[in-house]
């Protein structure tokens, strides 16, 4: 089973629509959760990250965590076709990670006008 | 907004070569580390750097690299004698706190070995 699970997609939606990202894992020792996103052949752009389970909040982005499930989501509301690129989630474990990222694969999403 | 900058940003290389990919990281950070990512996969950890020493690396990161931290400002990782699947976009990033939590990455290096 591998650490982190992001479903490529691809995912196409219309724009103004809500945007529903998510990834699944397996290792108890994640503690720490991050969304990136990437346009082509450029870096990763760090979105949001949150530690606790629940919602977090930023603009257009909601990011959820369910520690029990090991689940995490990114919702993006009233989304735009500047959207349109990979989103990829990071995970970080505590303690001694030394800031050890694991990646998912990556969603890639279309936001058609 | 201060960001990660790395040069080159592409470089193209012949087998056997040895390629230092430099890297300045945010000015307050402290925390260091390279990423790759070969065409089509995961972004992959490669080594974590902090206070001149490495602090963490993968199975990747064999013999054949090494990084340093050569003044105040940049970072650089050596691969000292390239492979054909050394051929990746190569990542730098840094972060400010201890949990490495907030990792800002640069615009990468696209590496061709040849």
């Known amino acids: 089973q591998k650490e982190v699970e992001q479903d490529p997609g691809p995912l196409s939606v219309p724009e103004g629509a809500i945007v529903s990202l998510n990834c699944t894992y397996s290792?108890?020792?994640?503690?720490?959760f991050m969304w990136y996103r990437q346009y082509s052949r450029k870096g990763p752009e760090l979105l949001m990250y949150?530690?606790?389970?629940g919602n977090k909040e930023d603009g257009r982005f909601t990011a959820q965590v369910d520690k029990s499930s090991k689940y995490i989501s990114l919702f993006i509301r009233d989304s735009q076709p500047s959207d349109s690129a990979t989103y990829l989630c990071a995970m970080l474990a505590g303690g001694t990670s030394y800031g050890k990222l694991t990646f998912g694969q990556g969603t890639i999403l279309t936001v058609h006008p | 907004e201060p960001e990660v900058t790395q040069t080159p940003s592409h470089q193209v290389t012949q087998m056997g070569q040895e390629v230092i990919l430099r890297c300045v990281p945010i000015s307050n950070h402290l925390y260091f580390y390279w990423y790759r990512q070969i065409l089509g996969q995961k972004v992959e950890f490669l080594v974590s750097?902090?206070?001149?020493?490495?602090?963490?690396k993968s199975e990747i990161f064999d013999d054949q690299f090494s990084v340093e931290r050569p003044d105040g400002s940049n970072f650089t990782l050596k691969i000292r004698s390239t492979k054909l699947e050394d051929s990746a976009m190569y990542f730098c990033?840094?972060?400010?706190?201890?949990?490495?939590?907030?990792?800002?990455f640069g615009p990468g290096t696209r590496l061709l070995v040849l």
């Open positions: 990033a840094s972060s400010s706190g201890t949990s490495g939590m907030a990792q800002y």
């Open positions: 290792n108890s020792a994640f503690q720490y």
């Open positions: 949150t530690y606790s389970s």
């Open positions: 750097f902090y206070n001149n020493e490495i602090s963490e």
